[in-house]
């Protein structure tokens, strides 16, 4: 994918950064790796000046569009103000004040840099809340980089998780000790009874269920009707903190997140991206009973950046666009189109498919009957055919993730216009790659290889 001026940069990247990425899941090889320069509204651009009709948007924070004036000239002004204080200031009450605005259940937040730092302190404030020290995470989904949750991840190997019935903890990554396992209980994800068996063990030493109320991480699978509410139930049972892990869904899906796409309250939620556009900010948020733990002599929560200037009033600008309306609005529009549109084209090809998950954030499986979990996807659908079709949409410059289990993300700056423009793409490719006129593979991050 690379071409003269990014191949060059990407080579002076390989010497300064293993693998020229700070991310591991950036890299795909040496040859394809994506290297870009600047992106605006719906766009990416790469060195050489080639376009790219983003549906990556940084893997979720951009929904307004990249650089968006509004939000830039709040920043503008902001930036003379001083970037750190160590003090309270007014963005960050707005900031509050906003995601309880848009929040329903949510009446205390406090705020943080990033969706790794937000799942961490969140873990921690149910700990401390509960004095228990287990949690629980489900199978396929992702809530971050430390060494609590990175476990039975998207990546991980059916042969290492067990039966389903009987999950095992699979490690994300070397370097994480093995005595963490102790902490971590995986559940599949839709499985009310499997759930329920474990708690009927383990749960009176569990402090906190971490979900992600869609399968963000795993090709946005939706719960089962009823699942959430179940979820929800068992938690109240065995007084076990629920904590719905809103880092992709939230501010996107529903301008409340989940609490109001699903209708079920969490104790705690967990944002970050889509509240800042792009600009790093992370938010712990939920009941005040359970938020006023976190405090002096209580459960410690700090960060240097916690709150700082630009990013709290990048999010203040945000969500201000966000409370509006419009944003979804049109992020409804132009989802619809291209969900249904996708639907459209498959069945014209004769292809099984479902296509799931909401107008801001959706995927593709190829399987008989819709894969239930990141299990199912694994082992029930075939993504082949896709990745090829989406290797052949980036050559027409329309980029989403090349990883099938990665979602589709929409932004405020998407068009009808470039939504027709990528039913096009997809049809035309899907054509090709069918029909054998196209036969590259799909590109996939080497951490995704399965
Ligand atoms: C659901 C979820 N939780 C947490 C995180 C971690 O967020 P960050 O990369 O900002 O640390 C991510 C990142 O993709 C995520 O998708």
Redesign the pocket.
């Known amino acids: 994918m690379q071409t003269p001026k990014s191949r060059a940069l990407f080579q002076r990247a390989m010497n300064v950064m293993p693998y020229g990425v700070n991310s591991n899941y950036r890299y795909f090889s040496d040859e394809d790796t994506l290297v870009f320069s600047d992106a605006k509204g719906g766009y990416v651009y790469d060195p050489d000046g080639n376009a790219f009709l983003d549906y990556r948007l940084g ?2 924070p951009v929904i307004v569009g990249h650089a968006d004036e509004y939000i830039n000239d709040y920043v503008k002004a902001a930036l003379d103000r001083g970037q750190v204080y160590a003090a309270t200031h007014e963005y960050e009450v707005r900031v509050a004040e906003r995601i309880i605005d848009l929040c329903p259940g949510v009446e205390m937040v406090r705020l943080t840099n ?4 937000a ?1 961490l302190h969140s873990l921690r404030l149910a700990r401390g809340y509960t004095g228990r020290d287990i949690i629980l995470k489900f199978e396929g ?5 430390h060494d609590y949750v990175l476990w039975s991840t998207a990546n991980a190997k059916l042969e290492e998780v067990g039966e389903r019935a009987h999950p095992r903890a699979s490690k994300g990554s070397i370097g994480i000790p093995d005595i963490m396992k102790e902490l971590l209980i995986p559940c599949p994800w839709n499985a009310p009874d499997i759930l329920e068996d474990i708690l009927s063990r383990h749960g009176d030493k569990i402090a906190a269920i971490i979900m ?1 109320p869609m399968l ?2 795993g090709n946005a699978i939706m719960p089962l009707p009823g699942f959430l509410e179940s979820v929800r139930a068992q938690c109240d049972k065995y007084g076990i903190v629920l904590i719905f ?1 809103e ?2 869904v939230g501010f996107r899906i529903a301008p409340g997140g989940a609490r109001e796409y699903f209708g079920v309250i969490p104790d705690i939620s ?1 944002y ?2 889509a509240m800042g556009n792009g600009y790093p900010i ?1 938010a712990v948020a939920g009941h005040e009973k359970i938020m006023m733990h976190f405090g002096p002599g209580k459960v410690f929560q700090g960060g240097t950046y916690a709150g700082n200037v630009v990013s709290t009033a990048a999010a203040d600008a945000t969500l201000a666009l966000i409370q509006k309306g419009d944003v979804h609005r049109q992020l409804e529009k132009t989802g619809n189109m291209l969900m249904n549109g996708f639907r459209e084209i498959l069945s014209r090809q004769g292809i099984i498919h479902h296509v799931h998950g909401a107008s801001a954030l959706f995927g593709i499986s190829f399987s008989e009957s819709a894969p239930r979990d990141w299990r199912e996807l694994l082992t029930d659908c075939s993504f082949d055919v896709y990745e090829s079709v989406i290797t052949y949409m980036m050559e027409q410059g329309i980029l989403r993730e090349p990883f099938a289990l990665e979602p589709f993300y929409l932004c405020a700056a998407h068009s009808e216009v470039d939504a027709s423009r990528t039913l096009q793409a997809f049809e035309d490719g899907l054509k090709k790659v069918l029909s054998g006129a196209y036969t590259r593979q799909g590109i996939l991050p080497v951490d995704a290889d399965f």
Request: charged content about 25%; glycine content about 18%; overall charge negative.
């Open positions: 893997w979720g990033t969706g790794s730092e799942t989904s992702y809530h971050g980089a992600e963000g991480n892990d880092v992709k967990c970050a991206k992370a």
